[in-house]
């Protein structure tokens, strides 16, 4: 979530002002973040905000890096109506180049945030950027076609990227015939689920990995809903080799079904939540790396590491031993339920049971 606050103390930000109904000014963000854990130099470099993501990315290498870009990035001032408005100035869009980020996923509640003129120009900075992005188009079939990640082997990466209502967004930001938008669920039925598997089976050739960024469910509470679980299920039968969920702004349970893996929720990475109070329960300032190793021939799940992060002075930084043990026993817990289990390493992260 690099806008609103995130973009303000990069080189470049767009106009501070914003429309919530408490704060006007997306520099506010900024002032909260600096009470709670003290002052931010800024302008700050675009790799800033990545800290000790960037060491982790160096030490794991892994062969896609992928994301859920939960922001528009644009000058737009063509704002929706919605309460929360996010947006990072395209000038910043080397914050992203900086950790060598592939791909984007944007189905979600805040590409549109800023109108279709937002969503052009999100398109078209990532574009010029050399990043990939999957889930939003200038029709369906722009925002239904999957990114490519090429791979050593000859092979590729896809992603698929979709929203669902439970995530915040609206049914009108769905791509339809002459109207920009998002890959939309309009339900997790077995219909969509064959339509989904059509448009995997079109895309797909021998030796690639799937995968499906799903983003479903509201900003803060554990459960999976049975819907949510037999739609994530549902997708590994319809070839899916890993599904890759999030909205929530904390981590959740992970599955792992016909050797597959299925992530319901990630929870936040990077966002501008630094000193804000409420759901203190959840731990909203940690979030995981998450580094799966994917059998190249079956992309069955091999192992998964996670690395436990904090963010701080809106710098994502390795999470101390005791929140990396808080991590770990919230995912042995919620993991528990489908199967699932975790333990710490000698090095302190965090290792999948399954």
């Known amino acids: 979530m690099t806008g609103r606050g995130i973009d303000q103390v990069l080189a470049h930000p767009c106009d501070p002002a914003i429309h919530e109904p408490f704060l006007k000014s997306a520099l506010d963000y900024v002032r909260i973040a600096e009470e709670k854990n003290g002052p931010i130099r800024r302008p700050v470099e675009p790799s800033y905000i990545w800290g000790d993501a960037l060491a982790e990315l160096q030490r794991a290498a892994p062969d896609a890096r992928i994301v859920n870009l939960e922001t528009a990035v644009t000058s737009s001032d ?15 869009i080397a914050c992203l180049t900086a950790a060598r980020i ?20 999100t398109l078209a900075t990532l574009r010029a950027a050399g990043l990939r992005a999957a889930g939003a188009g200038r029709n369906p079939e722009e925002a239904w076609m999957p990114a490519e990640i090429a791979l050593a082997s000859g092979a590729r990466v896809l ?50 990995i799937v995968v499906a960024s799903v983003h479903w469910g509201a900003n803060w509470g554990y459960a999976v809903s049975s819907e949510e679980q037999r739609f994530a299920r549902a997708l590994v039968d319809a070839g899916v ?31 501008d939540y630094e000193g804000i109070g ?12 998450y580094f799966p190793t994917l059998d190249s021939v079956s992309g069955e799940l091999v192992e998964l590491q996670m690395t436990a ?18 991590l770990c026993e919230t995912l042995e817990r919620e993991g528990s339920r489908l199967g699932t289990g975790a333990r710490l390493s000698e090095d302190g992260r965090i290792e999948l049971r399954f």
Not at 260 to 266: A, E, F, M
Request: proline share 2%; glycine share 8%; hydrophobic share 45%.
């Open 78 to 92: 063509e704002w929706a109506r919605k309460g929360i408005n996010y947006r990072m100035s395209p000038a910043n």
């Open 102 to 121: 592939d791909c984007c996923a944007l189905a979600n509640n805040h590409v549109l945030d800023w109108g279709t003129a937002g969503l052009a120009e």
């Open 159 to 208: 992603v698929f990227s979709a929203a669902a209502s439970s995530s915040g967004v609206p049914a009108s930001w769905a791509a339809r015939r002459g109207r920009a938008g998002v890959a939309y669920l309009e339900d997790l039925s077995e219909r969509t689920v064959k339509h989904i598997a059509a448009a995997v089976a079109a895309a797909r050739r021998p030796g690639d």
């Open 241 to 271: 080799d890993l599904v890759h969920g999030h909205s929530s702004h904390h981590a959740k349970a992970v599955e792992v079904f016909r050797s597959k893996l299925i992530l319901y929720g990630c929870g936040d990475l990077i966002n």
């Open 278 to 289: 409420g759901y203190a329960e959840f731990r909203g300032d940690l979030g995981l790396m």
């Open 309 to 326: 992060m904090q963010m701080r002075r809106f710098r994502a930084c390795r999470a101390s031993a005791a929140d990396a043990r808080w």
